[in-house]
């Protein structure tokens, strides 16, 4: 791209009127080729493209190197990087004290498929309106290469030897959960998890990622699910996916009729899947369910949209919240008045 | 009666039940019968940790002094619970009064007490209820010839039901029912041959009847509370829920309608912590309340708080640890624990309620303080105060507006940015006070975002390993808890003419050194008693250790936490210092405290 070109793409503003630049953060400190930085690009691509402002945004991390890349994109929003296993509690808290902010997690499986499993799938199962990215390359690396709980099973490191365990699948667990939203996705694969994070920033309710995201360092071994080779030799999208935002002119061109199927999320916007050789309804709990064991079965890095649901009542609707954030309230609005002292005082005995 | 003298308004009743059977209700309509005659009344659960079946005791003292604390012996035992009756028979003072079934065997009792034999089977066969309810109304017996023992308006009892059962006729005049049948009963059949007697009296101007998780809920919600997140624990667990219960009827926004308090009941502790301190960070007047097991999990979640410097509160309703210990049972053994809670350097900032309606002040002035601050405030309460019915001088409104603390919004960062010269970091102490301002998310200003973290970070919250800013970061967060005096409830002194003991105490362990301090000067043994209400310590704490030679620490503990604490925090004094702590899980008594002192004292 010649200079010019790359200035003008650079310069480009989006319909709130910022940059590319108003969504990065600073430079990464992971290792170079780590997954985890392809996919820091892409939640800053498809912030740029689906126009939010970043002070309307917040992140949340828990512990490891997924965790550390909150850092790098959106250096404007607010950021909390909590405890290990431990984000999705604080991202609760957090959330409640203004609903009108679109939050985005970041975690790995070394944090939300151990100690963090249980918080993982409680908030699932609340079902609180947010991005839950799960940076997923089955090992520790800030401890130098651990096995996690989502490495493969006879999987040999060298200092670890063999894993003899079978590994957690975050998007199952999700789905058990009863997530309204589960994605799996392959950090090789940028277009795909751009499309996958834009889904879930439009979806109301949790929008669970699993990202498989190599460790270049410590876990890209050929055979193993969690490596550059084994993704690109064994990844079976679902079908190729796009998001059309709400209110978009929706342009299929690409998309041949009779073989895409569009799921309109909750805004109005809609994500479409063109069809590959499987025939796969991501609406079908079973059928996703199904999908994710024979996946397992067949040794497949199964990519895409596993399961939504736009119309799952979310965290917030079981609470009458007042459209004003919560944490804009005057004393007046939270502490009752004067009046109502004496009342309590005749209330106790 | 014969010519024996009259016991008026002085005396102690153990209720013996079996839990599970509804007994709560027939103790606390005595006890509230009692308090709307004026006399200042006390009472004690001691209870299982059980559902259902085994023994259960509810202590219930009457003292026209207004002396609180829990007694060690009875003068007046309703046994309802055969499998224990040699037990209570034990703890009767001479001519002190039994009242049990007449079916129950009585082949050991003392010759020193009066026995009424109460026909609780026949009474309530007569009363025509469901066999169902026969187990909850045979409690109504007791009420009713306790009542005429005592010399209960029957009157009051009928209050005290209507008041238990929100009204509901059916419910009060079933049970009153029994209540009128047994005293009716009482009076024909039995002669008064004891001296205990209630008589009415202005004792009680100006309170109310409360437990301490109530009144700290109730402060909460005054404070502004706007998230709560809990797990369920004894004995903390009916805090949260008289959140739930009064939360809908006191915090409705007055325009819209809507809530302005969010409560979410978490998986576990680690999850509760998390929650609240998410809102706490947020911008939300934030808490959680639980006891000691879920103080331990709570713990690294609350030193990521004080080093990243979120408000939040955090009630510790104590029960005896360590481990599960005596989930039911009463204990002040959490200071040391809160006071260093989580692993590196650390201060909490500690309340310590000495009277239920300091729970209710302490509710809301937490609030105030963990926002100030910037920090988490643990308050310590227990077993004792919070779930045991309690007389309180009446809630007061809070005599001051709520106080937000250093938070910046879109105006106020603006105008700050150019008295800063462009420059606001959020760790940042421009005020000198060791208090930064702090920005909420939802703050649109593009200056406003900051990254937070439990890591090492610069005045602008930037991650950094340099020693030097560990180290500049690290002490003017420790200047805070310098300069916090100001903010936080003083100790309370009560000085006595001739002094020459001084007495620390705090919480639960009040009233029995309030009673023990009476008669210890009876005895000759004059002190000066300052009650802590707040951690860190400063100058009046150090100034009562170097005005008095000798200071008992008396605490509801094994170790003498508050005492070690003492020693830690002004060793100079620590020679001083006598260990007065004892653990038993019962609330402790004054004659424990006066014997113990006694003790030390005359040697």
Same mark, same amino acid.
């Given at each position: ?13 989006? #319909? ?42 917040? #992140? ?7 965790? #550390? ?124 998890? #751009? ?155 | ?13 153990? !209720? ?8 709560? +209700? ?13 006399? =200042?009344?006390? %009472? ?54 039994? &009242?049990?079934?007449?079916? /129950?065997? *009585? ?15 026949? @009474? ?40 238990? /059962? ?28 004891? =001296?205990? *007697? ?16 109530? %009144? ?20 903390? *667990? ?17 325009? *819209? ?19 609240? $301190? ?14 000691? =097991? ?56 500690? &309340? ?22 910037? +920090? ?15 007389? +309180? ?67 602008? %919250? ?11 970061? /690290? ?8 300069? %916090?005096?100001? !903010? ?43 009650? $802590?209400?707040?951690?860190? !310590? ?27 604490? &003492? ?9 001083? &210092?006598?260990?007065?702590?004892? @653990?038993?899980? @019962? ?9 113990? $002192? +006694? ?5």
């Amino acid at each position: 791209m010649d200079q010019s070109l790359l200035n003008q793409v650079q310069n480009a503003v989006n #319909k709130v009127g910022l940059t590319r630049n108003d969504y990065r953060g600073a430079s990464s400190t992971l290792c170079q080729g780590c997954g985890h930085n392809g996919i820091a690009a892409q939640i800053v691509a498809a912030c740029y493209e689906m126009n939010l402002v970043p002070e309307k945004v917040v #992140k949340f991390s828990g512990i490891g190197c997924s965790s #550390k890349s909150p850092t790098y994109f959106l250096g404007r929003s607010f950021s909390f990087n909590g405890l290990h296993g431990r984000m999705p509690s604080l991202a609760l808290g957090a959330l409640f004290a203004d609903h009108t902010l679109k939050g985005i997690g970041l975690s790995g499986d070394g944090d939300s498929a151990s100690i963090g499993l249980g918080q993982f799938k409680h908030l699932v199962r609340r079902n609180l309106p947010m991005v839950y990215i799960v940076e997923n390359n089955g090992v520790y690396g800030l401890t130098k290469g651990q096995f996690s709980a989502t490495a493969d099973k006879g999987l040999s490191l060298k200092k670890q030897g063999t894993n003899p365990y079978l590994p957690v699948d975050i998007a199952m667990e999700a789905l058990v959960a009863n997530a309204s939203f589960v994605a799996r996705s392959f950090a090789g694969d940028p277009k795909q998890v #751009k499309e996958l994070i834009k889904a879930a920033i439009a979806h109301t309710g949790i929008a669970v990622i699993d990202i498989i995201s190599p460790c270049v360092t410590f876990g890209n071994h050929e055979e193993s699910m969690h490596s550059y080779t084994f993704g690109k030799e064994h990844e079976e999208p679902l079908h190729e996916i796009s998001f059309v935002p709400a209110r978009d002119e929706i342009t299929v061109e690409d998309f041949e009729e009779g073989t895409t199927r569009d799921v309109t999320l909750h805004d109005g916007s809609q994500v479409v899947l063109k069809k590959l050789e499987k025939d796969y309804d991501p609406t079908s709990r079973w059928d996703a369910l199904r999908m994710l064991e024979q996946a397992q079965e067949n040794n497949w890095l199964v990519t895409g949209l596993i399961y939504v649901n736009p119309n799952q009542p979310t965290m917030y609707d079981m609470y009458n919240l007042p459209d004003i954030p919560l944490n804009r309230m005057t004393e007046k609005q939270i502490r009752p008045p004067k009046d109502t002292m004496q009342q309590v005082n005749d209330m106790m005995f | 009666m014969g010519n024996q003298k009259s016991i008026v308004n002085d005396f102690c009743i153990t !209720f013996s039940t079996v839990n599970g059977s509804g007994s709560a +209700t027939a103790n606390t309509t005595i006890m509230r019968a009692l308090f709307r005659m004026g006399i =200042p009344v006390s %009472a004690k659960n001691i209870f299982p940790s059980n559902i259902q079946g085994q023994p259960t005791w509810f202590t219930l003292r009457a003292n026209k002094n207004g002396y609180l604390a829990r007694v060690e012996k009875d003068d007046i035992v309703v046994a309802m619970n055969p499998t224990t009756l040699a037990h209570e028979i034990k703890f009767l003072n001479s001519g002190g009064v039994l &009242l049990l079934p007449d079916d /129950f065997k *009585t082949d050991e009792i003392r010759e020193d007490i009066v026995v009424y034999k109460m026909p609780v089977k026949k @009474l309530v066969r007569e009363a025509e209820v469901l066999p169902s309810l026969r187990d909850y109304i045979s409690n109504m017996v007791y009420v009713g010839v306790l009542a005429w023992v005592l010399g209960i308006d029957i009157e009051l009892i009928r209050q005290a039901l209507n008041f238990h /059962f929100k009204g509901k006729q059916k419910a009060v005049e079933s049970n009153f029912n029994v209540v009128v049948a047994a005293f009716n009963w009482a009076h024909e059949n039995l002669e008064k041959r004891d =001296p205990y *007697t209630a008589e009415k009296m202005n004792g009680v101007d100006g309170y109310i009847m409360a437990d301490g998780n109530t %009144a700290a809920a109730l402060g909460s919600i005054y404070g502004g509370v706007q998230f709560v997140a809990w797990y369920p624990i004894t004995p903390a *667990t009916s805090l949260a829920e008289s959140l739930n219960e009064y939360v809908p009827m006191l915090r409705k926004d007055p325009d *819209t309608g809507k809530d302005t308090c969010v409560i979410v009941q978490s998986e576990d502790e680690l999850a509760a912590i998390g929650m609240a $301190i998410g809102a706490g960070w947020g911008g939300l007047r934030s808490m959680t309340s639980t006891s000691g =097991p879920g103080l331990s999990l709570m713990s690294e979640y609350i030193g990521l708080a004080y080093f990243a410097e979120v408000p939040v509160v955090i009630w510790d309703v104590q029960r005896v640890g360590p481990s599960t210990g005596m989930p039911t049972r009463t204990a002040q053994g959490d200071l040391t624990m809160v006071n260093f809670i989580s692993h590196g350097d650390k201060q909490m900032v500690i &309340l310590i309620p000495g009277s239920i309606n300091e729970h209710f002040e302490f509710g809301w002035k937490a609030f105030d303080i963990a926002e100030r601050l910037q +920090t988490p405030v643990v308050v310590l309460s227990d077993l004792d105060f919070g779930m045991n019915p309690w007389i +309180t001088k009446k809630f007061e409104y809070p005599d001051r507006p709520i106080d937000r603390g250093k938070v910046l919004w879109e105006e106020d960062l603006k105008k700050k940015m150019e008295e800063w010269n462009g420059k606001w970091g959020r760790y940042l102490d421009v005020d000198g006070d060791g208090i930064p301002y702090r920005t909420l998310p939802g703050n649109q200003d593009i200056h406003a975002g900051y990254f937070t973290r439990g890591t090492s970070h610069d005045e602008y %919250a930037r991650y950094t390993e340099a020693p030097e800013i560990w180290e500049r970061v /690290f002490d003017r967060i420790d200047k805070k808890f310098k300069k %916090a005096q100001p !903010f936080l409830p003083e100790q309370v002194l009560n000085k006595m003419d001739g002094a020459t003991i001084g007495i620390i105490s705090s919480g639960s362990a009040d009233p029995a050194v309030v009673e023990a301090r009476d008669i210890l000067a009876e005895k000759g043994i004059r002190s000066d008693y300052l009650r $802590i209400r707040s951690l860190p !310590f400063f100058n009046d704490v150090k100034e009562f250790l170097a005005s008095h030679e000798r200071i008992y620490v008396v605490e509801v503990n094994r170790d003498g936490q508050l005492r070690q604490l &003492l020693n830690v925090y002004f060793p100079e004094y620590g020679s001083r &210092l006598v260990k007065a702590a004892h @653990l038993d899980g @019962l609330p402790l008594s004054a004659q424990w405290v006066v014997d113990h $002192i +006694t003790r030390v004292e005359e040697v």
